[in-house]
């Protein structure tokens, strides 16, 4: 009696074990299959197989698909269709419709403005007063040489010297010394060899002073 009751209590925690391990692979199998998604109908199908305690068939790749993944489709974007050509409008075309409009042709005031002119800006901007060409003072200088005496014209003459010796130096403060240099030193190197021919010794005195 007492081995029948042993027998049947081993054959009732067999049947125990074998239940619990037929749960467990049945919670592993579906924590797999939500793992990679798989659809529900393929689910169902493995399922039924752990239940039967049948062997799990082979399952393509492409096959595992959730429902979600089936539901949606790539959708395809339209095709654009290219013009055979550029379309691009004729020059006269343009002109007959009334579109084109041709800009008239402005001068640059700082190409066209001749240097002079910029001279004159020049002194303006920086003494507020317009000077004379040296051509012209020199022109004028020399009309009024032949209406003074040799005294007042040596005078006159040293006169001259100085105001070019300020003038150059006024440039040179404005950073135009360069430009005047040559012409202010022809023009003196001129008055010295002109005070020269009217007194030899005031020429030499003045050589000494403003000789450059």
Not at 103 to 110: C, G, L, T
Not at 128 to 136: I, P
């Amino acid at each position: 009696m007492m081995d029948f009751k042993t027998a049947h209590s081993s054959s009732q925690n067999a049947s125990e074990s074998s239940r619990k391990a037929s749960v467990n692979c049945k919670n592993i199998l579906l924590s797999l299959m939500t793992e990679v998604n798989m659809n529900s109908k393929l689910q169902n199908e493995i399922l039924h197989f752990a239940d039967h305690r049948k062997s799990l068939p082979y399952i393509p790749k492409e096959a595992i698909k959730s429902d979600d993944e089936e539901q949606i489709k790539p959708t395809s974007l339209p095709k654009l269709k290219l013009p055979p050509r550029p379309l691009q409008r004729m020059k006269w075309k343009i002109i007959d419709s009334g579109l084109y409009e041709r800009e008239p042709y402005r001068p640059n005031p700082s190409k066209t403005r001749p240097s002079k002119e910029k001279e004159r800006l020049q002194n303006l901007m920086a003494f507020g007063k317009e000077f004379e060409e040296v051509t012209a003072v020199c022109k004028k200088d020399k009309d009024l040489i032949l209406q003074m005496n040799s005294s007042d014209i040596f005078d006159e003459i040293i006169n001259e010297i100085k105001e070019r010796r300020d003038f150059l130096e006024e440039m040179t403060q404005l950073g135009l010394g360069k430009k005047y240099l040559p012409e202010i030193q022809c023009q003196i190197s001129m008055r010295l060899k002109e005070l020269e021919k009217l007194d030899k010794g005031r020429a030499e005195e003045a050589y000494r002073e403003y000789g450059m």
